[in-house]
């Protein structure tokens, strides 16, 4: 009444802040504002950790991430169930061979394929032959430790090259390249 706004919209306002994960609803109790503590302290001491491989689960995104899930079961609710193609969904790859061919990469829908996750996309490159014919995959040091447990698992031979503060000495990468079997470069 005071801001002259209907119950119905007021209403569907409250909905929209819970679906964003701004606000929850507590049964007969009311509407109350979601809190990050965690993050308020971090951005008042300004240390970021570097130590970690993963990120620090304070900062990632999980409301705007919870938003898009939701959105997604949403829009795809008949199809989660279902087996897909082992492609993935067709109708992301025709979207990502668009986006490529603007950056002028032009591949075919049947040379696209989109997995459940990084693990899975570096297990397929990783054991599929390539063109050049070479079995040696060369890996940044530090780097992606999963990549290097994976190789050693699978047995796959693999070298190193040490990246700095100043990056990857690029010099050594095209000899590297030139006088070992390198299949690729992760």
Do not use: W
Request: with cysteine; hydrophobic share 40%.
């Amino acid at each position: 009444e005071r801001f002259h706004v209907s119950k119905s919209t007021v209403i569907r306002a409250l909905q929209e802040l819970e679906k964003r994960h701004i606000i929850y609803a507590v049964p007969k109790s009311g509407y109350y504002l979601i809190k990050n503590d965690k993050k308020q302290e971090r951005e008042q001491t300004g240390i970021i950790d570097f130590a970690a491989s993963a990120p620090d689960p304070d900062i990632f995104p999980y409301r705007d991430f919870q938003h898009c899930i939701n959105k997604a079961i949403d829009m795809y609710k008949n199809d989660l169930f279902i087996y897909g193609t082992p492609q993935g969904l067709p109708s992301l790859i025709r979207v990502l061979q668009k986006l490529l061919s603007d950056y002028q990469v032009f591949a075919k829908e049947r040379n696209i394929f989109i997995t459940s996750g990084v693990q899975q996309a570096l297990s397929l490159l990783s054991l599929m032959p390539f063109p050049n014919g070479k079995k040696k995959i060369l890996i940044e040091q530090p780097g992606y430790h999963l990549m290097v447990e994976q190789l050693e698992a699978l047995r796959l031979p693999a070298c190193g090259i040490k990246r700095t503060a100043e990056g990857l000495d690029m010099a050594e990468v095209e000899r590297l390249f030139q006088t070992e079997e390198i299949k690729f470069f992760y």
